[in-house]
């Protein structure tokens, strides 16, 4: 019987909806086990083929669990906020609610091609209010919450205003944005709005003055991976640093948390070293620097207090505040050139940037332990985020300094003895300690020690531990992303009744800003609220006693990804995020697989959110993520060809170094093993229907190169095409094979048939000629063996995520079987449910031809039984003197005596021997015999 795979997957897809297969419930009898992918955003160009290969690895696990007797939940949404849908809004008028109906419905049509067991009755999606209303209730919670230390944990702001009424706010070890002193008369001495103000100081979603990346052209605040060389990634407008009141979320309260909790989870070394790096915990101190002549003082942040004597000069961030004040006025006009061009470049690129530029502000700083005058920069290379925005630069043993000081040719004080001050050599962390005052004689370490009791001795400082990590920027000027549940009163934040929301995004007559430069938002007729109503009302009804303007901005990309995993457990609940009992059964994920792209944004946030909703009782685990995968990339194989400049002729690629010619993408999709379709190609753009060719060999033969595969390149291959000419089974377990899931690997369609003739093997294993025949006859040794030789190896591969070897394993199974012509039912059978979570729609199709009439994924997986895989016999190596010259096969459980005895006695080895007697004789149990003369 043919294997008409259109045919089974069809059938089974339909049968798997149909008897919603992959629905999943809480039960307490069944040990649980949540397999999540990250949820992909629908982009109109659909998924090719990289898009995939986590979905798949997640469904073989999942499936796999499913089959060990676990409760498996294994569900799929859609990160559907985002710019990409509101730039094409834009560009045609069309809703983006309308686009992103149909990526969405596009997505959905291709996974379910591909035959994975997500329960689609859990869907979600960010832009729908049912979901966000969640999001909106986490920021008000956020908003009504502070950080204490103490506690370690979110507590709710009407406790810290009850203290403020009874002491102030000396002694509180709490997260703010700046340290405020005050008394409890001075507290209520406050008006509301005053009150309001300092509250914002303190919330973990707070308005705060930030640094962002503001794009003009496109009317929003960007993310750094957002920004390249200065434009931004979409479009390509110019972008620039600016001073912004923003929503933030206090990220860094929780910065040792996440730092900590980072050995409690099964992650990557490299993928926790990555958050290590991004949380940047840094133990120093403090100090205080006095400008001369000024009572101004810079506050400097070090983690070698010892290295102060080595100061030469102070470095201002270009953002700082002091940098106004320190600018003399003959340098101003110098200083705000310098401004002008650091505004256009992201923090990312001026960290990555290896040119030194900077400015002098034209004034000098005091050092407090040795008076000297330091003259004070300003240097694009120190961030207003990290520390305080001003350094001092100890150019011997410092990189950064190293090279600003040799640039503007300022001194260089060496502190270590015999340390060689090059590029090569700088953070000299041992040796004795010179050039130092009180510190000469003593070693790094004490220096270190001594320094900071000084410092404290002196009252020049303190000691602190400090945190790169840096609050979220959680404001987005634009249209297509959750409201924020705000209205504004005498200008502070209000929120709004938590059973009012959700706050639906309203409909615009046009996405861009306003005329005015508000966000789209400000475009909304009906956008204002009615705190006597308690809902949405026209805009020309702002009264500002009783109606008041809502927010403009919108969330940002992450707000909706934070805690969908959450969300998943209890997608249908309209009175709570998640419900207890729901919560406390799924509890966390406990394997994650997605992008290494997302090891720093989308991780870091979703760990502070959860942190955040363990804090107020809401999540019952205080990590979301027990085990993370992250795949590769599978790189598409892009095609050139060669255009003559200036003509509209292209010339084969082994002729191209006799012209002058412009390289140029071509779809892969109109070339075959590197020949171009020269009719296709011609028909793919008009500007190509008149074009000439200079061949080879009567040929077109194409360029190739391997790169990041996208619809630039032209040279995506779309899943569908490869499910439509050889079955998703095959693509699925093709996409395995091409190479290990945490590596980037090529596509490359070579393999692919290989792949393909295996799976047919595996259908005649069950038939003759037309015929279902499988026997039940008892299985050989043989059989047997290569059952369960399989079956040790994909439990093992499957365990350790190596599922291209459980591919290869497959088919030396079947070559076995094939071989020994076993149609028994005892090993087929087996067979099926090995494969399953790999093939699913074969194995499905067989399972049931075998007689079964429930689902293969209710299976139980089987266990290998080691008596299978003992050997009869063993082959030996015989060696004289360490030599190898013949094998000899004994039984497996021969004696070493009978060994010994055999082998001498062998006539293969009379020649080796020459008569003599064996000085003595070494056996490795199954392996060797080495006979020393």
């Given at each position: 019987?043919?294997?008409?795979?259109?045919?089974?997957?069809?059938?089974?897809?339909?049968?798997?909806?149909n008897?919603?297969?992959?629905?999943?419930?809480?039960?307490?009898?069944?040990?649980?086990?949540?397999?999540?992918?990250?949820?992909?955003?629908?982009?109109?160009?659909?998924?090719?083929?990289g898009?995939p290969l986590?979905?798949?690895?997640?469904?073989?696990?999942?499936?796999?669990?499913?089959?060990?007797?676990?409760?498996?939940?294994?569900?799929?949404?859609?990160?559907?906020?985002?710019?990409?849908?509101?730039?094409?809004?834009?560009?045609?008028?069309?809703?983006?609610?309308?686009?992103?109906?149909?990526n969405?419905?596009?997505?959905?049509?291709?996974?379910?091609?591909?035959?994975?067991?997500?329960?689609?009755?859990?869907?979600?999606?960010?832009?729908?209010?049912?979901?966000?209303?969640?999001?909106?209730?986490?920021?008000?919670?956020?908003?009504?919450?502070?950080?204490?230390?103490?506690?370690?944990?979110a507590r709710?702001?009407?406790?810290?205003?009850?203290?403020?009424?009874q002491q102030?706010?000396?002694g509180?070890?709490?997260?703010?944005?700046?340290?405020?002193?005050f008394?409890?008369?001075?507290?209520?001495?406050?008006?509301?709005?005053?009150?309001?103000?300092?509250?914002?100081?303190?919330?973990?979603?707070?308005?705060g003055?930030?640094?962002?990346?503001?794009?003009?052209?496109?009317?929003?605040?960007?993310?750094?991976?957002?920004?390249?060389?200065?434009?931004?990634?979409?479009?390509?407008?110019?972008?620039?640093?600016?001073?912004?009141?923003?929503?933030?979320?206090?990220?860094?309260?929780?910065?040792?948390?996440?730092l900590?909790?980072?050995?409690?989870?099964?992650?990557?070394d490299?993928l926790?070293?990555?958050?290590?790096?991004?949380?940047?915990?840094?133990e120093?101190?403090?100090?205080?620097?006095?400008?001369?002549?000024?009572?101004?003082?810079?506050?400097?942040?070090?983690?070698?207090?010892?290295?102060?004597?080595?100061v030469?000069?102070?470095?201002?961030?270009?953002?700082?505040?002091?940098?106004?004040?320190?600018?003399?006025?003959?340098?101003?006009?110098?200083?705000?050139?310098?401004?002008t061009?650091?505004?256009?470049?992201?923090?990312?690129?001026?960290?990555?940037?290896?040119?030194v530029?900077?400015?002098?502000?034209?004034?000098?700083?005091?050092?407090?332990?040795?008076?000297?005058?330091?003259?004070?920069?300003?240097?694009?290379?120190?961030?207003?985020g990290?520390?305080t925005?001003?350094?001092?630069?100890?150019?011997?043993?410092?990189?950064?300094?190293?090279?600003?000081?040799?640039?503007?040719?300022?001194?260089?004080?060496?502190?270590?003895?015999?340390?060689?001050?090059?590029?090569?050599?700088?953070?000299?962390?041992?040796?004795?300690?010179?050039?130092?005052?009180?510190?000469?004689?003593?070693?790094?370490?004490?220096a270190?020690?001594?320094?900071?009791?000084?410092?404290?001795?002196?009252?020049?400082?303190?000691?602190?531990?400090?945190?790169?990590?840096?609050?979220?920027?959680?404001?987005r000027?634009?249209?297509?992303?959750?409201?924020?549940?705000?209205?504004?009163?005498?200008?502070?934040?209000?929120?709004?009744?938590?059973?009012?929301?959700?706050?639906?995004?309203?409909?615009?007559?046009?996405?861009l800003?306003?005329?005015?430069?508000?966000?789209?938002?400000?475009?909304?007729?009906?956008?204002?609220?009615?705190?006597?109503?308690?809902?949405?009302?026209?805009?020309?009804?702002?009264?500002?006693?009783?109606?008041?303007?809502?927010?403009?901005?919108?969330?940002?990309?992450?707000?909706?990804?934070?805690?969908?995993?959450?969300?998943?457990?209890?997608?249908?609940?309209?009175?709570?995020?998640?419900?207890?009992?729901?919560?406390?059964?799924?509890?966390?994920?406990?394997?994650?697989?997605?992008?290494?792209?997302?090891?720093?944004?989308?991780?870091?946030?979703?760990?502070?959110?959860?942190?955040?909703?363990?804090?107020?009782?809401?999540?019952?685990?205080?990590?979301?993520?027990?085990?993370?995968?992250?795949?590769?990339?599978?790189?598409?194989?892009?095609?050139?060809?060669?255009?003559?400049?200036?003509?509209?002729?292209?010339?084969?690629?082994?002729?191209?170094?006799?012209?002058?010619?412009?390289?140029?993408?071509?779809?892969?999709?109109?070339?075959?093993?590197?020949?171009?379709?020269?009719?296709?190609?011609?028909?793919?753009?008009?500007?190509?229907?008149?074009?000439?060719?200079?061949?080879?060999?009567?040929?077109?033969?194409?360029?190739?190169?391997?790169?990041?595969?996208?619809?630039?390149?032209?040279?995506?291959?779309?899943?569908?095409?490869?499910?439509?000419?050889?079955?998703?089974?095959?693509?699925?377990?093709?996409?395995?094979?091409?190479?290990?899931?945490?590596?980037?690997?090529?596509?490359?369609?070579?393999?692919?048939?290989?792949?393909?003739?295996?799976?047919?093997?595996?259908?005649?294993?069950?038939?003759?000629g037309?015929?279902?025949?499988?026997?039940?006859?008892?299985?050989?040794?043989?059989?047997?063996?290569?059952?369960?030789?399989?079956?040790k190896?994909?439990?093992?591969?499957?365990?350790?995520?190596?599922f291209?070897?459980?591919?290869?394993?497959?088919?030396?199974?079947?070559?076995?079987?094939?071989?020994?012509?076993?149609?028994?039912?005892?090993?087929?059978?087996?067979?099926?449910?090995?494969?399953?979570?790999?093939?699913?729609?074969?194995?499905?199709q067989?399972?049931h031809?075998?007689?079964?009439?429930?689902?293969?994924?209710?299976?139980?997986?089987?266990?290998?039984?080691?008596e299978?895989?003992?050997?009869?016999?063993?082959?030996?190596?015989?060696?004289?003197?360490?030599?190898?010259?013949?094998?000899?096969?004994?039984?497996?459980?021969?004696?070493?005596?009978?060994?010994?005895?055999?082998v001498?006695?062998?006539?293969?080895?009379?020649?080796?021997?020459?008569?003599?007697?064996?000085?003595?004789?070494?056996?490795?149990?199954?392996k060797?015999?080495?006979?020393?003369?």
């Open positions: 019987m043919e294997y008409n795979f259109k045919e089974i997957e069809k059938r089974w897809q339909e049968f798997w909806t008897q919603q297969i992959y629905k999943v419930v809480e039960n307490k009898d069944k040990p649980k086990y949540y397999v999540l992918d990250m949820f992909p955003y629908p982009s109109g160009a659909g998924l090719h083929v898009h986590g979905y798949i690895a997640s469904d073989i696990y999942a499936r796999y669990k499913r089959l060990q007797g676990f409760n498996v939940l294994h569900p799929m949404g859609y990160d559907a906020y985002g710019l990409p849908a509101e730039q094409y809004a834009i560009q045609t008028g069309q809703h983006p609610s309308v686009t992103t109906e149909q969405i419905n596009r997505y959905k049509e291709q996974l379910d091609k591909i035959g994975f067991s997500f329960d689609w009755n859990r869907e979600i999606r960010t832009c729908e209010p049912g979901y966000y209303k969640w999001t909106q209730w986490a920021f008000i919670q956020m908003f009504n919450s502070y950080y204490c230390y103490d506690e370690q944990e709710p702001i009407d406790e810290l205003i009850s203290v403020f009424e102030g706010s000396a509180m070890n709490i997260a703010c944005s700046e340290e405020l002193l008394t409890a008369d001075e507290w209520k001495a406050k008006s509301d709005v005053e009150k309001q103000e300092v509250l914002l100081n303190y919330r973990i979603a707070y308005l003055e930030t640094m962002v990346n503001w794009c003009a052209a496109l009317g929003t605040v960007l993310a750094n991976d957002e920004v390249i060389n200065g434009l931004s990634e979409r479009g390509g407008y110019p972008v620039e640093q600016r001073k912004m009141r923003q929503w933030c979320l206090r990220v860094s309260a929780y910065a040792q948390r996440l900590e909790s980072l050995d409690t989870i099964d992650w990557s490299s926790k070293e990555t958050q290590k790096n991004w949380i940047g915990r840094s120093g101190a403090e100090m205080k620097f006095k400008v001369k002549d000024s009572d101004i003082k810079l506050e400097i942040f070090t983690t070698r207090a010892d290295t102060i004597f080595g030469t000069f102070m470095v201002l961030a270009p953002e700082s505040d002091y940098v106004a004040m320190l600018t003399k006025a003959e340098q101003k006009a110098e200083v705000d050139a310098y401004l061009a650091t505004k256009k470049r992201t923090e990312r690129e001026r960290q990555s940037e290896k040119k530029s900077g400015v002098f502000s034209g004034s000098y700083a005091i050092n407090p332990l040795n008076g000297k005058e330091i003259p004070v920069w300003i240097a694009d290379y120190v961030l207003a990290y520390g925005g001003a350094i001092m630069a100890v150019p011997a043993h410092d990189s950064r300094d190293y090279a600003f000081a040799k640039h503007f040719n300022l001194p260089i004080i060496p502190l270590i003895e015999g340390c060689d001050i090059s590029e090569e050599s700088f953070d000299a962390k041992e040796g004795i300690v010179m050039n130092s005052d009180f510190l000469n004689g003593l070693t790094v370490k004490e270190i020690a001594k320094t900071k009791e000084y410092i404290k001795e002196k009252n020049i400082g303190h000691v602190k531990t400090n945190y790169r990590l840096r609050d979220a920027t959680f404001s000027q634009r249209y297509w992303g959750e409201p924020f549940p705000v209205y504004y009163k005498d200008g502070m934040p209000q929120m709004l009744p938590v059973d009012k929301l959700p706050l639906k995004l309203p409909e615009v007559d046009k996405f800003p306003t005329e005015t430069g508000e966000p789209p938002l400000g475009n909304a007729v009906k956008w204002a609220w009615d705190t006597v109503k308690q809902e949405v009302v026209d805009k020309s009804e702002i009264n500002n006693t009783t109606i008041f303007p809502l927010e403009l901005n919108t969330m940002p990309g992450f707000a909706g990804s934070s805690a969908y995993y959450l969300r998943y457990m209890d997608p249908h609940n309209n009175e709570a995020l998640v419900a207890k009992d729901k919560d406390e059964y799924w509890r966390s994920v406990d394997l994650y697989i997605g992008g290494t792209e997302h090891a720093t944004g989308h991780l870091i946030y979703s760990r502070f959110w959860n942190k955040f909703l363990y804090d107020i009782k809401v999540a019952c685990e205080d990590e979301p993520f027990r085990k993370l995968i992250n795949q590769g990339m599978i790189q598409g194989r892009s095609n050139f060809v060669y255009r003559i400049n200036g003509t509209n002729k292209f010339v084969s690629h082994g002729l191209k170094d006799q012209y002058e010619t412009s390289e140029l993408h071509v779809d892969v999709n109109i070339v075959n093993n590197d020949i171009l379709d020269i009719e296709a190609f011609k028909a793919w753009r008009p500007e190509f229907a008149s074009a000439e060719f200079v061949l080879e060999d009567e040929k077109y033969i194409c360029g190739w190169a391997i790169e990041k595969m996208g619809k630039r390149y032209h040279n995506v291959v779309n899943p569908d095409d490869v499910a439509d000419k050889y079955g998703a089974d095959t693509l699925r377990m093709y996409e395995m094979f091409l190479g290990p899931l945490e590596q980037s690997k090529p596509w490359d369609m070579n393999g692919i048939d290989g792949v393909h003739r295996f799976l047919r093997r595996l259908w005649n294993l069950f038939h003759t037309e015929e279902f025949t499988v026997s039940d006859e008892a299985p050989t040794k043989d059989e047997l063996k290569s059952l369960h030789k399989l079956i190896k994909v439990s093992l591969d499957i365990e350790n995520f190596s291209n070897t459980s591919v290869s394993a497959f088919m030396i199974c079947s070559n076995e079987l094939t071989s020994l012509k076993c149609n028994k039912r005892a090993i087929l059978e087996q067979l099926v449910i090995v494969i399953a979570p790999f093939a699913p729609h074969i194995a499905e067989l399972w031809n075998l007689g079964h009439t429930g689902s293969v994924c209710d299976a139980q997986w089987p266990v290998c039984n080691e299978y895989l003992k050997e009869d016999v063993v082959n030996y190596t015989i060696s004289f003197n360490g030599k190898a010259r013949f094998t000899i096969e004994f039984a497996a459980d021969a004696a070493n005596d009978e060994i010994e005895k055999t001498l006695a062998h006539e293969s080895s009379q020649k080796w021997l020459e008569g003599k007697t064996p000085k003595k004789v070494i056996i490795v149990p199954k060797i015999v080495n006979i020393v003369l």
